[in-house]
């Protein structure tokens, strides 16, 4: 879900190749709710193997992975840890917004509306704790490190991107912002044309990176006005926020009466948490240090046992996509050699 922040901060667009030779942390469980939502059939039915067991996670994983590091950038992949209580209502009602979705979705199918159906089927999207560990096994072949964050994923990879250890964050939610991560980088897995729902028109998206510091200055806001802002028009802490707030009536009020007492001072509040909680919430979040940053070779065996035996992947196409990882480390590995002479 995230914090609806699109009408309000700038970013600048960006290509794959901006990326090279850059590390970056990505938000996994974001990425993987892309995959499982947008890789479908025409009616909406997610790709699965002939057992029925869904692999559309695994075929975006492995093929905008290597990708991306075919073209130079470093990946890791950050996962949620335990949420935190506050969350609970946001869970329970995105359950139940895929039971209605489920409705909805097998009423299309029965009078054959597959474009409905497709965008229904988007809604019902879900990540089960097995696709979460052979997503994690899959990395691991790769030669991708995956970080086990204690909570969310999206603060633990702002953190290692405050610490130096990568250059952006990688997430389609702004919340890393609010996390306070230096650099956020969008739209990286889902570059290319894209169909406007109920329309014959279609949109290229583009990679995006947001410089929080420069929006900061920007917007004239401190970080924690910024945060403030956020919780007013809702995050998932308090979706949807206070009815009648929405970004620019927020940014207003942020801007004209700057304390967290006076924000929230006369605000209806109708959720369990507090704003304040919400607040310290994103100021100190729990992280962990005790995350490696290697990469390594990927293990062809175990991908091709993984993919093509377990899950009847094409086995030329995740060989090519394989190469094609091994050819950019062995030019890079060339380059190195022909430095040193």
């Known amino acids: 879900m995230g914090v ?5 901060v700038h970013s600048e667009e960006i290509s794959i190749k901006d990326l090279a030779g850059k590390k ?3 938000d996994a469980h974001n990425t993987l709710y892309q995959f499982v939502s947008t890789i479908r059939q025409y009616d909406g039915s997610p790709l699965a193997d002939s057992k029925g067991r869904i692999t559309s996670h695994l075929s975006g994983l492995f093929y905008r992975t290597t990708k991306i590091m075919s073209d130079g950038v470093k990946p890791c992949f950050v996962f949620d840890g335990k949420p935190p209580v506050f969350k609970n209502n946001t869970v329970s009602t995105r359950r139940n917004a895929r039971e209605k979705a489920r409705e909805e979705y097998e009423q299309a199918l029965k009078v054959e509306d597959y474009e409905t159906a497709r965008s229904k089927s988007m809604q019902m999207a879900r990540l089960t704790p097995e696709m979460i560990e052979e997503s994690k096994k899959l990395l691991k072949f790769i030669g991708v490190p995956v970080i086990q964050a204690p909570c969310e994923g999206e603060a633990q990879a702002s953190h290692m991107c405050r610490n130096g250890d990568v250059f952006a964050c990688v997430s389609q939610d702004y919340d890393s912002l609010l996390f306070k991560s230096p650099v956020l980088v969008r739209n990286l897995n889902i570059t290319g044309k894209r169909k406007i729902p109920y329309r014959n028109a279609y ?10 510091k420069k929006e900061l200055e920007r917007l004239g806001l401190s970080q924690e006005q910024l945060i403030m802002l956020a919780i007013l028009v809702g995050t998932d802490y308090n979706p949807k926020g206070i009815f009648g707030i929405g970004p620019k009536t927020a940014y207003k009020r942020v801007k004209e009466l700057k304390t967290f007492n006076k924000i929230f001072a006369g605000i209806e509040w109708s959720f369990d948490v507090s704003p304040k909680e919400i607040f310290d919430l994103f100021m100190n979040h729990p992280v962990t240090d005790d995350y490696s940053l290697k990469w390594e070779e990927p293990d062809d065996k175990a991908l ?5 035996s377990e899950h009847e992947f094409g086995e030329d196409r995740v060989v090519n996509a394989l190469k094609r990882v091994r050819d950019f480390n062995k030019s890079k590995s060339q380059t190195g050699l022909d430095k040193f002479f």
């Open 203 to 212: 949109v290229n998206i583009s990679p995006e990176m947001i410089v929080l």
């Open 304 to 308: 091709i046992k993984l993919l093509c």
């Open 24 to 26: 970056i942390a990505v």
């Open 4 to 8: 609806p922040f699109k009408d309000l």
